[in-house]
């Protein structure tokens, strides 16, 4: 199977993990989407650099009815309007047992076939900024910033009471740096204005906007 990629040098090295036991798999990198559309012989197509505009989604368009997956967490198939497979793929999320999926109707054969080929075991979610996993993962990094706004805690003391008392790989403010602070910034910006509970901390949008050099994150 030819797999073609195009993203970043964490997450392809996530894909090849993903792909190490399938049996002739061809990985075939591109440095952007117009080198992605000219990969014409490959079976299946990852953007994991995939953002929400008209041109980009045009040149993937391109490449149906192969399978297309879209990195594309806070976005979703409704807004974009094209039947790509819409996955998590945040860094530490794609090499995981299960791959979260967001799918049109009317795919769902197709996806079916192509996780078959994979090996991949998947999960169908609902097609809503943040999927599921992304969603808990954000309020849990949102919830210890307040924690560490109020001064309850430090930043290590709560990273080690989390991996402790949930088992989860990584504390919260360890896994925010390896997804990237903005990226969960952005989640709770889009979840807060319909529900009160992904409010942002106030000192997570602080680190945000001083990292980014400016304020004016758009979103």
């Known amino acids: ?36 559309v000219e990969i014409h012989d490959a079976d299946v ?35 974009i309007g094209r039947p790509f497979f819409r996955i998590n793929a945040w860094p530490t999320f794609l090499n995981r047992k299960i791959l979260e999926v967001s799918v049109l109707e ?23 900024p943040g999927m599921i996993s992304s969603r808990i993962i954000a309020m849990i990094i949102n919830e210890a910033y307040y924690t560490r706004e109020d001064g309850t805690s430090g930043e290590d003391d709560i990273d080690i009471a989390m991996k402790l008392g949930t088992n989860y790989p990584y504390g919260p403010f360890e896994w925010s740096q390896k997804i990237g602070l903005k990226n969960i910034f952005l989640l709770l910006e889009t979840l807060g204005k319909t529900d009160k509970r992904y409010i942002v901390s106030t000192l997570l949008r602080e680190e945000v906007l001083q990292s980014s050099g400016d304020y004016k994150i758009e979103i």
């Open 45 to 79: 197509y990852f953007d994991f650099d995939f953002t929400m505009n008209d041109d980009r989604i045009h040149q993937l368009e391109k490449l149906l009815p192969k399978p297309v997956f879209i990195n594309a967490v806070i976005n979703t198939l409704a807004e």
């Open 106 to 128: 009317g795919s769902m054969e197709n996806l079916k076939k192509c996780m078959e080929d994979f090996g991949w075991q998947y999960q169908i979610v609902p097609d809503l």
């Open 1 to 36: 199977m030819k797999i073609a990629a195009i993203g970043g040098t964490e997450i392809i090295e996530e894909l090849k993990l993903k792909t190490k036991d399938l049996a002739g798999a061809q990985l075939l990198l591109a440095k952007n989407v117009n080198e992605l």
